[in-house]
């Protein structure tokens, strides 16, 4: 910025250069702030963390593959199923060990109210883990 006296006479033009000593004291006031704090940040406490092996489990749970179709219809595994057994097929499947999971495949013109009612019922049968399979487009 340029500063002049009080008394300003046309011989004197202000000048329009940036005064950069303000700016040089900052930057040397934040360079020796990193000097001092970048040692700190690499400091690293030393413990010893205890030492786990374990082998991953091989065993994949068996999937069960509840389909309804667009009248209402359920298949299990691909098997036609009354609508009055599927509570009991459920509870049978949530009692086995691992339990199953349960994949649900539903026609795009299904009722979500049907659907619902399934995952109700799956979900009051004890079935942890249940799962949505759709299939993508085809591709012209």
Known sequence: ?????????????????????????VMLVLLIVFMITAPLLTHSVKIDLPQASSTPNLEKPETVTL??????????????????????????????????????????????????????AAREAGIEKMGFITVPPKQP
Do not use: C
Not at 2 to 20: D, H, K, V
Not at 69 to 85: I, R, S, V
């Open 1 to 25: 910025m340029a500063f002049g006296g009080f008394n300003q006479g046309s011989e004197r033009m202000p000048t329009s250069e940036i005064n950069m000593v303000p700016l040089i004291d």
């Open 67 to 120: 389909a309804l179709d667009a009248n209402g219809g359920l298949f299990w595994n691909d098997q036609p199923l009354a609508e009055t057994d599927l509570s009991s097929r459920l509870q049978a499947a949530a009692a086995l060990s691992p339990q199953p999971e349960l994949h649900l495949r539903a026609d795009h013109d299904t009722r979500y109210q049907k659907l619902a009612e399934v995952m109700s």
